[in-house]
């Protein structure tokens, strides 16, 4: 089980920045076997997939079904391979079954299955979703009086879709006080800069306007994320944190770079790849 006490944050984070270097070198080998995916938006939500598996939420990894655990919801499930990847490092997934990403019959879909892999609480995938399940989910507990929280995963494009302001307004009309929306804030969206498409700042202040609590922070850093995530929440309003992400984080001809939504390294880019994130550990 996780939870973190925030006077431990300073000795978690190297652990956790570890175990997110490997989960960005397994999210990419992942990939690159399946000839598919979406490295850019696997890179830039790891820190925080990273922080809310193995040190924020509490979950069973031997149990994955216990009804006391947090939920969790990935909204941009095309960002499947990282979610996996940190599902392997928390010890919710066998880690060589990441070697069967999107094979044929493979548990691995290319967008997660609550059927086929312990952990995932939503099918996500259709932008737009997972904010609204989520917040069915936190109003469940409220009614149940239950103490677990749910947390969901957005991309800052996904915003676009109306969805996501529907279930803001049903959050703060029932003062859902356990629920946590991270916006993985990298910019990027399906073929071009999400300002170059449709502009969303200021983006605090809308959600704020909603009636959220709003925190922001650099979504690479595992502390400012530690305490965003684990602090005690504001009575009455739900919370989103603007995590502020670099698409492809860590690999340089990853980094801010929209054609990296989605696509596959060659054999020479992932040699590149994978010893440019062996360096990030020394």
């Not at 009086?145 to 676009?160: H, M, N, P, S």
Request: with cysteine; charged share 20%.
């Amino acid at each position: 089980m996780s939870a973190t006490n925030t006077e431990e944050i300073p000795g978690l984070e190297r652990r956790l920045r570890q175990a997110s270097i490997a989960v960005r070198r397994n999210a990419l080998r992942m990939v690159h076997h399946a000839k598919l995916g979406h490295p850019g938006g696997d890179f830039s939500s790891t820190d925080v997939l990273v922080t809310l598996y193995l040190s924020v939420m509490k979950i069973d990894p031997r149990n994955p079904a216990w009804p006391n655990r947090d939920r969790f919801v990935m909204s941009k499930g095309h960002s499947s391979a990282a979610l996996y990847a940190t599902l392997a490092a928390a010890g919710m997934l066998e880690e060589a079954a990441l070697a069967t990403y999107m094979d044929p019959l493979s548990l691995l879909n290319g967008h997660p299955d609550r059927n086929k892999v312990a952990g995932v609480e939503a099918n996500t995938g259709p932008l737009g979703h997972g904010l609204p399940i989520a917040t069915g989910c936190a109003l469940a507990a409220k009614m149940q009086r239950a103490a677990w929280r749910t947390f969901v995963l957005t991309g800052d494009g996904e915003l676009q879709e109306g969805s996501n302001w529907e279930a803001a307004l049903c959050a703060a009309q029932y003062k859902l006080d356990n629920l946590v929306l991270i916006v993985d804030r990298n910019r990027i969206q399906q073929g071009d800069f999400t300002e170059s498409t449709i502009n969303m700042n200021p983006l605090g202040e809308k959600w704020r306007a909603f009636g959220w609590h709003v925190i922001e922070v650099n979504g690479h850093n595992h502390g400012e994320l530690l305490r965003a995530l684990s602090g005690p929440a504001l009575p009455g309003k739900p919370t989103c944190v603007i995590a502020n992400t670099i698409k492809g984080h860590g690999v340089s001809f990853m980094e801010n770079n929209p054609a990296w939504h989605h696509g596959v390294p060659t054999d020479a880019q992932l040699a590149q790849a994978l010893d440019e994130l062996a360096k990030e550990e020394l």
